[in-house]
């Protein structure tokens, strides 16, 4: 066994919240053209989904993903643990199954051991078996902070494929597991938690999303993403615009892990929910402070965003029962309006 250490004191950032702002992001990306020489590119950098897919040309396209980011937990297990359980969220998100993952590795050798090193990458070997894929490989370097994170392989059918930028109007949004990571993760690190009061998080970032396969095999499934470093409205947003829809949230409806407002009321708001909120809250409707920082607060392997044609929420919640998940919606699409979304 390892020594102690807390992970977290290594590194500047957390988890998801470590992402480059949406605002930066697109000043970045602004000059990057869109890949067009590819026909078999059936999803590529043009629509910031969560993987890039390729038609194998046999009904089938390959998808493939990465994400990585320094420690949001102290415990070294756990954090390879929630790193890969977030990689693979973007299989699942675009309909696929995952196959196999490389790990991406980086380690500050001259502060932490090895026998830490290994348990990070433990951690993330346990989750890929839990997908019931192999970690068959990776690349580490000498880093001045730790960090982890997959390169994941998956399939998909091209019929269940699954965009962030399809989605229809005059349907319901479900989420499914509740915000408040990024809250919860702060108060730790500010050590302001309580008890196990981190626990419920850990449990929700430690979950795959595996019932995005399912989901996409259904014709009232428009439309999917996972929340992560920009916040639920972030990529509420992208769908949005992708789709030329608008969006209204109903925020008593959106769920919230337990003691989110406790220790957002102790000042916990992750630096990455304001750099959300200045990167699109021009295209938010008018919102109360309690309402920004919840619903721009940046989760790390949060949820599914799904939304689902109102005729066929009854198909949509069997396969929703049959994962374990008791989901209402949490609001609606329909014609584009002033703002993007609506919060009431």
């Given amino acids: 066994m390892s020594e102690k250490v807390k992970l977290t004191e290594y590194s500047h950032g957390a988890g998801c919240g470590c992402k480059i702002s949406p605002m930066l992001l697109e000043e ?69 199954r995952p196959l196999m993952a490389i790990s991406i590795f980086g380690w500050p050798v001259d502060k932490l051991s090895a026998d830490v090193a290994r348990e990070v990458i433990e951690g993330g070997r346990s989750v890929c078996e839990e997908a019931g894929i192999p970690l068959a490989g990776g690349h580490s370097i000498d880093s001045p902070e730790p960090i982890f994170g997959l390169a994941a392989t998956g399939i998909v059918e091209n019929r269940f494929l699954m965009r962030n930028d399809t989605a229809r109007k005059e349907s319901y949004i479900f989420l499914t597991k509740p915000l408040g990571i990024g809250i919860l993760s702060t108060a730790q690190k500010q050590k302001k938690i309580e008890g196990d009061e981190i626990l419920p998080a850990i449990e929700a970032m430690t979950t795959l999303n595996k019932a995005g396969s399912d989901f996409a095999k259904l014709e009232c499934v428009s439309a999917m993403t996972d929340v992560t470093g920009f916040g639920l409205l972030g990529h509420l947003s992208e769908i949005c615009e992708g789709s030329g829809i608008g969006a209204t949230i109903w925020f008593e409806k959106v769920p919230l892990l337990p003691n989110v407002e406790k220790y957002r009321e ?18 938010i409707s008018d919102m109360s402070l309690r309402e920004r920082e919840i619903l721009c607060d940046a989760q790390t392997s ?34 584009a309006g002033e ?6």
């Avoid at 970045?28 to 950098?45: C, D, K, S, T, W």
């Avoid at 799904?306 to 949490?330: C, M, Q, T, W, Y």
């Avoid at 703002?339 to 009431?344: D, R, S, Y």
């Fill in 339 to 344: 703002h993007t979304i609506e919060v009431v």
């Fill in 266 to 283: 102790l000042g916990c708001i992750p630096g990455g929910a304001r750099k959300n909120f200045k990167s699109y809250g021009h295209k």
């Fill in 302 to 335: 949060g949820g599914l965003l799904v939304v689902v044609d109102k005729s066929g929420v009854e198909a949509f919640n069997e396969i929703a029962e049959r994962h374990g998940l008791e989901l209402e919606p949490i609001g609606e699409t329909h014609e």
């Fill in 28 to 96: 970045i990306l602004a000059g990057v053209e869109p890949v067009r020489a590819y026909p078999q590119l059936l999803v590529g950098n043009d629509s910031r989904d969560d993987a890039a897919a390729y038609d194998l040309g046999n009904g089938m396209s390959v998808l493939s993903t990465t994400d990585f980011f320094m420690p949001i937990v102290d415990d070294p297990f756990l954090f390879g643990k929630i790193a890969g359980t977030n990689a693979l969220s973007d299989i699942y998100a675009m309909g696929g």
